[in-house]
């Protein structure tokens, strides 16, 4: 059987800056991914219109000067194609590639409690024997595909934007549906809709957008931002999202009526996510939140010219963020377009698929493609997907059938040596995800390193750390507007998940301090133990 030192799942920019991380430290490690290449989210994302919505300069990796100063990006928001061919830049400027082994999942992960070593299965090849298994397996990698009645009856073509065709769709003359409003939608509906026939959105529930404002990076800017790339990294760093952006922390309530107009105005004219970081009080009071809320019902009634579908568009009944928020490019737009309809399947439910058409209780809507925008079983599906079996071989899925913990959101109790980079109870998708990721990368690599000097064979979570940091992610939350939505970080997007606030609220900034206190005191809340 194959030997490593560790086994790493997934070759996305976690993964990847794992290897290349353990590299460094002399470790032997080898890399599984499903994939055909490396990207992992941005691999098969392929959708069009498919972009990140934090600046490129900031989402990017900040681990090697020189890649940092190499690497242009042509506009402000990437591309998924370029951010793609980055991974790939990536993967070849540092010989990752040897390393990987592509189209091949992982199945199973099983500890031996008599040595220590987890042997790690696989779709394609025998099992690999590995001290350490390090999860690299992306909090958005599951696709969700909803049970809509009927759909084995549907006889044109099925599409998931989480799953897309590498050779693209061209929709030209058919009829397009797309279930669902979140950002894979809302960055796709734009561009779908000016090459179908076409397109008939259907909307559960509205989300709150924000402009992107995208444009090619002005080269005086990119060479500005290089030139002070280490001090932004740094502000990133110590930030409450792991971003560059100025966060201003305005109270809302504070503000005069005008004052407030002014300051709406402003974030909305910079665009993207700093309009919900901007103010102190708009995630902790439902007040300050209504206002801000309203600004953008406001925008989207300016926007949309039929005013029964500008209030259909308008979010109500979820205070604004609480939903993860969109970026967006002509999504309001779009819905001036004659050949665009949107449908209240809230209010008008899907009640069966046919061959050609998806039928709601009121009509009946032919279509030739169906686009699933369906989202993720988010930052637990791609660890419960696989047989993971601890100590005394107790499996994660039932480990976590109450709801995900994780001690710091990187380590399991009960599962020693395993390691998960940005899982549930990390800031992870509530920051900037390259540097959270590389953030975890570095720690666990630290953590790792401090074991070998000390002969330490078995690092494991102790159950009450696990517990009492369940308990702290759950109340910073609760603190909060967060979970007053049915969203994906509550799990509430897939029938039957345990409803388990997810993401660490207080800052990634908060969080990368506690973990280097926690390192600091000798790796406080875990079990380190010599050869048994
Ligand atoms: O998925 P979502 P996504 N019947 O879960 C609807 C990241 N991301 O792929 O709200 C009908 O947000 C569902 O409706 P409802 C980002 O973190 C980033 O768009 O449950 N509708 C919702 O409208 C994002 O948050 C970028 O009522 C159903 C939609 O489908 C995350 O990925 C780009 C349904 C799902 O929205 C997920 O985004 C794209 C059903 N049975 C994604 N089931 C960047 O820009 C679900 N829906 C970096």
């Known amino acids: 059987m194959e030997q490593q030192d560790v086994v790493i799942v997934g070759a996305g920019f976690a993964g990847m800056y794992m290897l290349h991380r353990l590299r460094g430290s002399g470790w032997r490690a080898r890399i599984i991914e499903a994939g055909g290449g490396v990207g992992g989210t941005w691999y098969w994302n392929r959708y069009p219109g498919a972009r990140c919505d934090v600046e490129s300069m900031s989402y990017s990796y900040s681990f090697s000067e020189e890649l940092q100063q190499e690497w242009t990006w042509p506009h402000r928001y990437a591309t998924q194609p370029d951010i793609l061919r980055y991974a790939n830049h990536v993967a070849d400027r540092f010989d990752l590639r040897k390393d990987i082994t592509f189209d091949t ?120 931002r290089k030139r002070n790339y280490g001090a932004l990294r740094q502000k990133s760093r110590n930030s409450y999202a792991g ?51 309203e600004f953008v019902r406001k925008k989207i009634r300016a926007t949309v010219r039929d005013p029964r579908v500008a209030e259909l568009l308008c979010p109500k009944g979820h205070p604004l963020g609480t939903k993860r928020l969109c970026v967006d ?44 925008a369906t989202g993720f079983d988010a930052m637990t599906g791609a660890l419960t997907r696989i047989d993971i079996r601890g100590r005394d071989g107790a499996t994660l899925k039932e480990q976590w059938c109450q709801g995900a913990e994780a001690y710091l959101g990187v380590a399991i109790a009960g599962f020693p040596n395993m390691f998960v980079v940005t899982g549930p109870g990390s800031p992870s998708v509530l920051a900037n995800m390259v540097l959270a990721c590389e953030q975890h990368v570095e720690w666990i690599t630290d953590l790792l390193d401090h074991a070998r000097s000390k002969g330490i064979e078995r690092i494991e979570a102790n159950p009450q750390a696990q517990k009492e940091w369940a308990r702290q992610v759950t109340q ?57």
């Open 105 to 224: 999942r992982v199945i199973s992960a099983i500890f031996d409690d008599r040595d220590g070593h987890w042997v790690v299965g696989t779709d394609t090849k025998g099992g690999i024997r590995a001290r350490y298994v390090i999860m690299a397996t992306g909090c958005l990698s599951v696709p969700k595909i909803p049970d809509l009645p009927g759909l084995q009856e549907f006889r044109g073509r099925l599409l998931h934007t989480a799953n897309w065709p590498g050779e693209g769709v061209d929709f030209s003359g058919l009829s397009v549906g797309i279930v669902g409003t979140g950002s894979s939608a809302i960055q796709s509906i734009p561009i779908i809709a000016e090459q179908a026939h076409h397109l008939t959105v259907f909307q559960r529930t509205a989300n709150f957008c924000i402009p992107a404002w995208n444009a090619p990076l002005a080269p005086e800017a990119e060479v500005e």
């Open 243 to 293: 971003d560059y952006a100025d966060e201003y922390y305005v109270s809302i309530l504070g503000l005069t009526l005008e004052e407030r107009e002014a300051q709406f105005e402003a974030r909305w004219r910079e665009g993207g996510f700093n309009f919900q970081y901007a103010f102190a009080d708009l995630m902790e009071s439902a007040e300050a939140n209504e206002l801000a809320a």
């Open 329 to 372: 490019t002509n999504y309001y737009e779009t819905f001036n377009r004659d050949n665009v309809s949107l449908v209240d399947i809230k209010n008008d439910p899907i009640v069966a698929m046919t061959p050609g058409s998806l039928r709601t209780r009121s009509a009946d809507h032919p279509i030739d493609v169906l686009v699933l």
């Open 476 to 532: 910073s939350a609760a603190r909060t507007l967060y979970p007053k939505a049915d969203s994906w970080y509550l799990g509430a997007n897939v029938p039957g998940k345990p409803r388990v606030f997810m993401p660490y609220v207080e800052g990634f900034n908060v969080y990368t301090g506690i973990c280097q206190k926690i390192a600091a005191k000798g790796y406080e809340g875990f079990h380190l133990t010599g050869a048994q």
